[in-house]
T-cell receptor
Framework: DVKVTQSSRYLVKRTGEKVFLECVQD?????MFWYRQDPGLGLRLIYF???????EKGDIPEGYSVSREKKERFSLILESASTNQTSMYLC??????????FGSGTRLTVV | AQSVSQHNHHVILSEAASLELGCNYSYGGTVNLFWYVQYPGQHLQLLLK??????LVKGIKGFEAEFIKSKFSFNLRKPSVQWSDTAEYFC????????????FGTGTKLQVIP
């Protein structure tokens, strides 16, 4: 079965730490996305990438950056973690004209 | 930029009841429309999608949705719900021809009582 794999299911980090969230897909999809999911707010797009080394800001990019050095891997970086970045982070990938395939999510707690 | 409104935040139904979840979007151009479902403890998965053609779209597990362009709506329906349909449902809209970037609604939690 095709997969989007997020490296960690749960993470606890301290305020000010640099945090890396990793996502790997095995479907040769061009597009990859990072969303955060918060109760009552739905999913909000942080960044997306439509090709290797290409990235575009989503709706809430502040405090985040991304890296896509290889087609299958899309990393989300929290430059200096803050408590308001405590959330569920979801990675997804897609081909043109198809819906998303989501990973299982990483629940990040910043203390 | 597009936006999506889901009017029902929490819906409680008895088994065998009919379901309709509302979804309205705002965007003036051609759109792709999606419904995703998140069962408890599971990842989000695609329920159905509309890109073009017949505005009545059938998805998995007996769900369907109707695209009404004049109303900017894409409501999700199921004639008879089951306890296993308990989940959170998200409507999403993307611009046709774009990089598949979509905007999600805030979600509707459906609780089905046996």
């Amino acid at each position: 079965d095709v997969k989007v794999t997020q490296s960690s299911r749960y993470l606890v980090k301290r305020t000010g730490e640099k945090v890396f969230l990793e996502c790997v897909q095995d479907m040769d999809h061009e597009n990859m996305f990072w969303y955060r999911q918060d109760p009552g707010l739905g999913l909000r797009l942080i960044y997306f990438s439509y090709d290797v080394k290409m990235k575009e800001k989503g709706d809430i990019p502040e405090g985040y950056s991304v890296s896509r050095e290889k087609k299958e891997r899309f990393s989300l970086i929290l430059e200096s973690a803050s408590t308001n970045q405590t959330s569920m982070y979801l990675c997804a990938s897609s081909l043109q004209s198809h819906g998303y395939t989501f990973g299982s999510g990483t629940r990040l707690t910043v203390v | 930029a597009q936006s999506v409104s889901q009017h029902n935040h929490h819906v409680i139904l008895s088994e065998a009841a009919s379901l309709e979840l509302g979804c309205n979007y705002s965007y003036g151009g051609t759109v792709n429309l999606f419904w995703y479902v998140q069962y408890p403890g599971q990842h989000l998965q695609l329920l159905l999608k509309y890109f073009s053609g017949d505005p009545l779209v059938k998805g998995i597990k007996g769900f369907e949705a109707e695209f009404i362009k004049s109303k900017f709506s894409f409501n999700l329906r199921k004639p008879s719900v089951q306890w296993s349909d308990t989940a959170e449902y998200f409507c999403a809209v993307g611009r046709s021809g774009g990089y598949q970037k979509v905007t999600f609604g805030t979600g509707t939690k459906l609780q089905v009582i046996p």
